[in-house]
């Protein structure tokens, strides 16, 4: 079978052999642990605990707030030391439940128990999916409930499981596949009940060799799922670009996959899909790539939601030399940090260490209408003309020329030989429209 792609996007260099290599390594939290009311698209959660209250691993400490909400799980045992704000990897001030681990890791009765998804119905799956506190785990944190809850699910017909990980220097989901593969094939086989008229897809890119002959092996007599080698190329992992190398099918902003027919999932969410509705355990952790130039021991490592980023710089064994930049994520579509003092969140993806800002190190200079910003960009709009109108704080004139088809992928500011900061101007144009939009 012949590599999916899509048009546009780049090649950066994509660093993966820092960590690709690296097997899981489970992480045990020494410190406190901080669970942000809001680490989901949507309503924040609201905090079920007060200052003082004992909490068991698997117990809920914070109920969805919304329709689109996620509830938030313990993932240790311990004593509630408060409820306050403290600043997440977005930079905002954000309400947590602060939890003094015990260290003895209690669980609420039942958890770990298997459960025969054959015999769940439809509605209970998605109530189990909820109670879980499942995410999209591939960095926009959309509540994994809503997304599998289409208006009209006889409709969707394929469920597509992004194990593309296009991001550079990011190798957690390829360890997943490779040394978890067996939950991802199953969790995909309870989202496939709630659409039976649906195939499971896996996509995959081709620089991950080892995961695609790994996968195909695992889902070789399954007759609803198949594997799709993706070219390798960035955004391809993006919803949009990923539903069109598998299916041809095209969706604009004012769209959601369901309306192409189709469901994507990022696979350590299928992966979590599977412990919450087969092994009776909500989502309590993360794998989290630890890596970059300036980070001594690049790793992938399974960290408990809550724990600090500090602990898993120190797990890594420190900087080898101290880092100009710090990103959670990736560098395209990662956010900058300037402190460890955060926790690891349900989007929380990696932790890239690098020794050089070379951002920071180019000034932007004058449009030279090369033209390149308009080949790389996959959603076929012209970022020169958008950044005109941002500069102007032209929200109509945005609007007017796409804007908001922009996926903030970053390949037009990565390719811009002018060091324009296109995709930064992009984000605050299109917060701007939706806040405009909210008023009137």
């Known amino acids: 079978m012949g590599l999916a792609t899509f048009k546009g996007g780049v090649h950066p260099y994509d660093g993966k052999k820092l960590s690709e290599n690296q097997p899981i390594e489970v992480l045990m939290p020494k410190g406190e642990l901080v669970y942000p009311m809001s680490q989901h698209i949507g309503a924040p959660a609201v905090p079920l605990v007060q200052k003082g209250d004992p909490v068991l691993v698997g117990q809920k400490i914070g109920e969805a707030g919304g329709f689109i909400s996620a509830n938030v799980i313990c993932s240790v045992s311990g004593t509630v030391k408060g409820i306050e704000k403290r600043r997440t990897a977005g930079g905002d001030m954000v309400e947590c439940v602060i939890v003094e681990n015990d260290g003895e890791y209690r669980t609420i009765a039942g958890m770990g128990e298997e459960r025969d998804p054959s015999s769940l119905s439809s509605k209970e799956i998605l109530e189990i999916i909820k109670e879980a506190g499942i995410t999209g785990l591939g960095g926009a944190g959309f509540p994994t409930h809503v997304k599998l809850a289409p208006k009209e699910p006889d409709k969707i017909d394929f469920v597509i499981v992004n194990g593309a990980e296009c991001e550079p220097y990011l190798t957690s989901d390829y360890r997943v596949m490779l040394e978890e593969g067996e939950k991802v094939v199953q969790g995909l086989k309870v989202i496939l009940q709630l659409f039976p008229k649906a195939q499971g897809v896996i996509g995959i890119e081709d620089n991950k060799p080892e995961a695609i002959r790994h996968m195909e092996e695992l889902v070789q007599n399954e007759s609803r799922i198949r594997v799709q080698p993706l070219k390798t190329k960035y955004p391809q992992g993006g919803e949009r670009t990923l539903i069109y190398a598998v299916t041809g099918r095209k969706i604009n902003s004012s769209m959601l996959p369901a309306d192409a027919g189709c469901i994507v999932d990022n696979v350590d969410t299928v992966a979590a899909i599977y412990m919450a509705v087969c092994r009776k355990t909500p989502l309590l952790r993360r794998i989290v790539t630890v890596t970059g130039d300036a ?146």
């Open 295 to 440: 980070i001594a021991q690049p790793k992938n490592f399974s960290v408990l939601l809550g724990t600090s980023y500090e602990e898993l710089a120190e797990a890594a064994g420190g900087f080898k030399q101290e880092p100009e930049k710090l990103i959670s994520g990736g560098p395209m579509m990662g956010q900058a940090l300037f402190d460890l003092q955060i926790p690891v969140a349900k989007t929380s993806s990696a932790l890239t260490c690098l020794s050089k800002d070379q951002v920071a190190a180019m000034a932007p200079t004058a449009c030279i209408r090369c033209g390149r910003c308009v080949t790389v960009c996959p959603g076929r709009i012209v970022p020169q003309k958008l950044m005109q109108a941002a500069e102007r704080r032209d929200l109509e004139e945005f609007v007017r020329l796409d804007g908001m088809e922009c996926c903030e992928c970053g390949c037009c500011a990565y390719i811009c030989p002018a060091r324009r900061p296109l995709t930064q101007a992009f984000k605050e144009m299109r917060k701007a429209v939706a806040a405009s939009r909210r008023k009137g």
